[in-house]
């Protein structure tokens, strides 16, 4: 399996690129990253040096790869943060030329704009551009609580009102929704609920709510889920696999104390996870 994943990038830590990436590899895909952005670290230390690349130097370096004659055995695109309107444009351009080539192949975008409790993140227009162009292209999207809330314009407080957030969002074109960090009335103290949903049905998976706060979980789960759905075609699958996974590489950074997310520590979680969730259909 190739993927071509199309996000930032941090030279320490482990977000974007640098939380996407290895562990798709350690599942035996092949990566193609291709940066929008490459900082030091993450903007959480309020401090970073680095650039914001823009959508000509993206569409320079799909070129490069289309001259070497291997698009046509790209499997899928992953999108994360986009960082300006033409990286976008440059983003939907490389899918829409993979898919020309290889009409199975997927895309993933994670349509970051923010989350709950920091409202809005990301620059003014990406909002509108995730709604209006990215999702509307996409086959699969991972959004946060916060961020399925925007999408589907509704404000959703039970399990019910997600599953119905989820279903709008749908037909705006992506056929499978993940749901992230998702805390519904129905939510026991002490637990998160990520929910799936694919064709009318809905899947939940809950797991202990761990104290920690900390950057790139979001850009794993996507690369993880986007991975484990391309191989098995199944949304309740990849929920359960891709859970599995994050659960146990969050637990292991919690119980270290990191500051950083434990990609390369923990990696055994991608491919033998050390804690297991059924997910429930809702």
């Known amino acids: 399996m190739n993927v071509l ?3 930032s990038h941090v030279a320490y830590g482990h977000v974007g690129n640098a ?23 993450h903007t959480g230390y309020g401090s970073w040096k680095g650039r914001v690349f823009d959508g000509p130097a993206i569409e320079e370096l799909v070129e490069g790869i289309a001259d070497r004659g291997v698009l046509n055995r790209c499997d899928g695109v992953l999108s994360g943060y986009m960082g300006s309107a033409d990286i976008g444009n440059a983003i939907l351009a490389a899918v829409a030329r993979v898919r020309g080539l290889n009409p199975d192949a997927l895309y993933c975008c994670d349509p970051v ?9 990301v620059r003014p ?25 925007y999408l589907s314009g509704l404000t ?15 037909q705006l074109g992506p056929r499978v929704v993940l749901a992230t960090s998702v805390e519904a009335k129905e939510t026991p103290d002490g637990s998160i609920d990520l929910i799936a949903g694919e064709g009318g049905r809905f899947w939940r998976v809950r797991t202990p709510k761990l104290s920690l706060s900390i950057n790139g979980a979001g850009d794993a789960i996507a690369a993880l ?30 119980e270290a104390g990191a500051r950083e997310i434990l990609t390369i520590a923990a990696q055994d979680e991608f491919v033998s996870p050390t804690y297991r969730f059924r997910p429930e259909e809702v």
Request: glycine share 6%; no cysteine.
């Open 156 to 170: 959703t407080e039970t399990l019910n009102d997600v599953k119905k957030a989820i279903a709008v969002v749908q």
């Open 19 to 41: 939380s996407a990436v290895f562990p798709m590899q350690r599942l035996g895909v092949e990566v193609w990253p291709i940066h929008t952005v490459q900082f030091s670290n």
């Open 125 to 149: 227009g990406i909002p509108e551009f995730m709604r209006d162009q990215a999702v509307p292209a996409a086959d699969i999207i991972t959004p946060n609580h916060f961020e399925l809330d």
């Open 5 to 7: 994943s199309i996000q």
């Open 113 to 121: 704009i923010g989350d709950v409790g920091r409202g809005v993140f």
């Open 225 to 254: 889920f986007f991975v484990h759905y391309a191989r098995s075609g199944s949304a309740a699958t990849a929920l359960a696999e891709a859970s599995a996974s994050v659960y146990g590489l969050l637990k292991r950074t919690e």
